[in-house]
């Protein structure tokens, strides 16, 4: 292929051009011999996009002569792309990113702001006038970001949940494909959803079941909590952010219930924390790298289990209301800037940025046995009756040479998939796996289970778990892994709980595999 996609050559001969009239772009082969004729619909400094009469069509620009008034400037070309989407990702994690991008490039990144509280970063180089490339943002919402991508007003999506089944509905009507296809859907960095309180309220934890009572109004007032005997002022962000939905759709929906009228809505969550802060009687959920302002509360099962969000507990995904930060991206060439940019932020130089940015990071940690000294507790505490002395002593032996890597596996409420941390971190195993970064090594998949059910069932269950995920890594990987790479499966059942099983979010995050590495 010279220029076009194959299909082309089926359609076009060296006798037959299309009719010109109310097109705006006509792309000549240099030996004159084809013409394509259309709409221009972007071109990104390699490749045109033209709608002709025979469907849309991608043109490689190198093998043609452009004219029509809509044809672009070749020489001071400027690639844009356009984000829409989650007001913390564009304000706060997502110009570290361009300004490490644009160090690592050698070139400079301004950013200019405009009165509608959009703005844009121009990337320049010291050679030329015009900047290589513009990154627009327009801060709101992840609903908006998404009804913006549906609507072709954006190129990529920035967003702190998942695509609803109806966004994802409206997006194939929209003949933009699956945006759940892994490579559609790319996590950036790791959040957490956090009870956040005043740092002069006494309360310490909270549990979730008590998390949602406060929210949906069944619980109103502080001494519920063991807190003072005062009203409970519920503080939130806007509706349609992807804070909100994330709550409703990890603590409302399963327990069938909505927010209560009374719930105090800010347009940005930084500023919903530091009405929180400034209230002993508050209480709103915040994100994790939000939180400073105010004081984040742990959350409790019946049973105990206290999980704080951590940057490891967010990592490995043993806290309960893990909030991945996504870019969506469309089915089509993005301009070489745009490539480029998103390589970077998978690299380890962006991985630091993250992290001094205040947010997670996705660079894999060994966790070595001694550091799991709660988590050995509550395997005695509530594990011991069921599952045996002898297999607790077989679970123990098995990791003590091991170390635990921070990419865990869970997987969606009812179903076997697995959740969207997860398949992210399936790809960025694999990766891994293909780099080098194991040769010579072990890594063990051990899955552990929920304790519904006899203990030998779930000890079953659990291996046929990691067996699957295991399988799904190899799946994942596009080239070959050295021969001294040794991947073996191992289960343990209900003998390491990270939460009581009372609750569905309780048996959920106890339902997991873990890689150990040898």
């Given at each position: ?8 050559a089926?359609?076009f ?6 009719n010109?009239?109310a097109?705006?772009?006509?792309l ?43 044809c672009p ?11 829409s ?6 304000e ?23 009165s509608s ?25 992840t ?8 609507e ?12 609803t089944?109806?966004?994802q509905e ?5 003949g ?25 309220n ?9 998390l ?17 005997d005062?009203p409970?002022?519920v503080h939130?962000p ?5 804070l909100?939905?994330?709550v409703e ?9 909505t927010?209560?009228d009374?719930?105090?809505r ?19 959920i ?20 206290p ?27 993005l301009?070489?800037?745009?490539r ?5 932020i998978q ?10 940015a ?16 709660d ?5 005695v ?14 679970m123990?032996?098995?990791?003590r ?15 076997s998939?697995?959740d969207?941390q ?37 000890a ?17 990987v ?10 073996e499966v ?29």
């Amino acid at each position: 292929m010279t220029f076009y996609r194959v299909a082309v050559a089926a359609l076009f001969s060296a006798i037959y051009t299309l009719n010109a009239s109310a097109q705006d772009i006509s792309l000549t082969s240099h030996d004159g011999k084809v013409e394509v004729v259309g709409n221009l619909l972007g071109f990104d400094g390699e490749f045109y996009r033209v709608d002709t009469q025979f469907g849309e069509l991608t043109v490689d620009g190198s093998g043609v002569t452009c004219a029509g008034p809509a044809c672009p400037s070749l020489t001071d070309f400027v690639a844009e792309l356009r984000f829409s989407g989650a007001s913390v990702m564009a304000e706060k994690i997502l110009p570290e990113l361009i300004i490490g991008f644009a160090r690592q490039e050698g070139l400079s990144a301004a950013p200019i702001r405009e009165s509608s509280g959009r703005f844009y970063y121009e990337l320049k180089t010291t050679d030329r006038e015009a900047p290589l490339g513009r990154f627009y943002f327009d801060p709101g919402t992840t609903a908006r970001g998404f009804s913006d991508f549906i609507e072709n007003e954006t190129d990529i999506v920035m967003a702190l949940r998942e695509i609803t089944s109806q966004e994802q509905e409206a997006a194939r009507d929209a003949g933009l494909g699956d945006l759940q296809h892994s490579r559609r859907a790319r996590v950036i960095a790791l959040d957490a959803l956090v009870p956040i309180v005043a740092s002069d309220n006494p309360v310490g934890q909270i549990s979730l079941g008590q998390l949602v009572q406060v929210l949906s109004g069944q619980i109103d007032n502080w001494v519920a909590l063991g807190g003072p005997d005062a009203p409970i002022s519920v503080h939130m962000p806007e509706v349609g952010s992807g804070l909100t939905q994330g709550v409703e759709k990890q603590l409302l929906q399963p327990a069938d219930v909505t927010l209560a009228d009374t719930v105090i809505r800010h347009k940005r969550s930084t500023a919903m924390a530091r009405a929180v802060a400034k209230d002993p009687f508050a209480i709103g959920i915040a994100s994790q790298a939000e939180a400073d302002a105010a004081r984040a509360l742990a959350l409790a099962g019946g049973c105990g289990h206290p999980l704080a969000a951590t940057r490891q507990s967010i990592k490995t995904e043993d806290y309960p209301l893990t909030a991945p930060m996504f870019l969506y991206l469309p089915n089509r060439r993005l301009p070489r800037i745009g490539r480029q940019f998103l390589a970077y932020i998978q690299g380890a130089e962006a991985q630091d940025v993250i992290r001094n940015a205040g947010f997670v990071d996705q660079s894999p940690e060994l966790l070595p046995l001694s550091a799991q000294g709660d988590r050995l507790a509550n395997a005695v505490a509530s594990g011991a009756s069921e599952v045996g002395l002898d297999e607790l002593q077989r679970m123990v032996e098995t990791l003590r040479p091991r170390s635990r890597l921070s990419l865990s596996f869970r997987f969606e409420a009812g179903s076997s998939r697995p959740d969207a941390q997860s398949r992210s971190n399936l790809l960025h195993l694999a990766q891994l796996l293909e780099s080098g970064k194991f040769d010579g090594r072990t890594l063990t998949f051990v899955g552990f289970s929920d304790g519904d059910g006899a203990a030998t069932a779930n000890a079953r269950i659990a291996e046929l778990r990691a067996k699957t995920v295991r399988n799904a890594v190899l799946d994942a990987v596009e080239t070959k892994i050295a021969d001294s790479v040794t991947l073996e499966v191992d289960g343990f059942g209900e003998a390491m709980p990270m939460a009581c099983d009372d609750t569905e979010w309780g048996r959920k995050i106890n339902r997991r595999v873990e890689v150990w590495v040898e």
